[in-house]
């Protein structure tokens, strides 16, 4: 079997190929790494967190641009690009470290509910899975990075337990660990963007009402793909992604203003478009994103038990709008606030906390990535 650690929760099936000998898909270990490097369809993230007691601190973050079509819906196309995009961002940042937590997305990740006999030792179950595991995985095994997590007995049969089982084609964590390799960094963790997610919102979710004991649907607004990830008492039990984001926003402003797509970019962050913006392209646009999280949240009921949630937070670039958050809670009725990350963590010195701020809902994976390295 191919093996190279991805790492989410807390199994331990290793993947050693190469370089990739030190990854792990759902173990929670210690490592290194205090950096969290989210490469999206449009840009880098980098984040660098430190932690003192039970206190984290912010010592640095950039973004940096990607060059167009170098990740096509979340899968690297340039591993150069993407590379050379790294090293930029790190040098941004002046961050010191060479070992990082990255993340493959959801739509690129299997998960699969087993049950094992529970007398069996971590080895033991390490070697059935890897025996039963083609019953599970539609690729072949040479393929695969594969890890397990115990997630706890069986209901109404205590001699067996539930084993979550994750499986990524192995070339979607090769991409992340090379692209990492061009810019002199070691891929410490492999994670998944899902349980990057889950672990950031561990670190607000006392700043809403209800906190993690309820249903809370995180709603990712990228570039081009609008994430939903719906978490139950603190963990996730729904993802779903879908072609849609900010992109077309600055699309619109490119078409109708007559300008190019980077200065429709910039106009659509730093303001100066015509008056009628507002109304003509900006105000459209926040409806369409009420409707892609209506239609998110729909496919979510339509597939589970649930028929409600009692909380949405809005995340990703897209977030940051004015009165999006309003507007959301107003059409679907249920409370809406932006994500913030950093809300209780300290901030060096050298880090613009304005900045940070503005771009804290986009920040979301990059955090839960820094988080990882201290679990």
Do not use: W
């Not at 084993?163 to 990492?180: G, I, K, P, Q, Y």
Request: net charge negative.
């Amino acid at each position: 079997m191919s093996v190279c650690q991805v790492s989410v929760l807390s199994g331990n099936i290793g993947i050693i190929q190469g370089k990739m000998n030190v990854l792990t898909f759902l173990t929670k270990k210690a490592s290194s790494a205090k950096l969290g490097i989210d490469i999206s369809s449009s840009s880098v993230k980098l984040l660098e967190l430190s932690r003192s007691g039970s206190r984290y601190r912010v010592e640095s973050y950039a973004v940096e641009s990607l060059p167009p079509n170098s990740v096509v819906e979340k899968n690297i196309t340039d591993v150069q690009g993407v590379g050379e995009a790294i090293t930029r961002v790190v040098s941004r940042s002046k961050t010191g470290l060479k070992a990082a937590a990255v993340a493959v997305s959801g739509s690129s990740v299997i998960t699969k509910l087993i049950e094992l006999d529970a007398r069996l030792s971590e080895d033991e179950m390490e070697s059935q899975i890897r025996v039963e595991a083609d019953q599970y995985i539609p690729y072949p095994l040479d393929e695969v990075a594969l890890d397990f997590e115990v997630v706890g007995p069986v209901e109404k049969n205590p001699e067996r337990v539930e084993v979550l089982l994750v499986a990524c084609r192995t070339e979607n964590v090769e991409m992340r660990v090379d692209a990492l390799d061009v810019a002199n960094l070691v891929a410490k963790v492999v994670d998944v963007e899902a349980y990057a997610v889950e672990r950031a919102f561990g670190v607000l979710a006392s700043h809403i009402d209800g906190g993690e004991d309820q249903t809370v649907a995180i709603v990712d607004v990228g570039s081009t793909m609008t994430t939903l990830s719906v978490l139950h008492d603190g963990r996730t039990i729904y993802t779903r992604e879908q072609l849609f984001g900010g992109k077309q926003l600055t699309e619109e402003i490119q078409r109708r203003y007559g300008l190019s797509f980077d200065e429709a970019g910039l106009a659509k962050r730093k303001g100066g478009l015509p008056d009628d913006y507002e109304s003509e392209v900006l105000h459209p646009f926040k409806e369409a994103v009420v409707q892609q999280v209506m239609r998110s949240l729909q496919f979510f009921y339509s597939s589970t038990q649930y028929n409600d949630v009692d909380h949405i937070l809005l995340a990703g670039g897209t977030a940051s709008i004015d009165g999006l958050a309003k507007m959301v809670q107003d059409k679907i009725g249920t409370t809406t606030t932006v994500a913030n990350p950093f809300v209780d963590m300290s901030i060096a010195s050298r880090v613009d906390a304005q900045q940070l701020s503005n771009d804290a809902p986009s920040l979301m994976i990059a955090c839960g990535l820094a988080l990882r390295s201290f679990d």
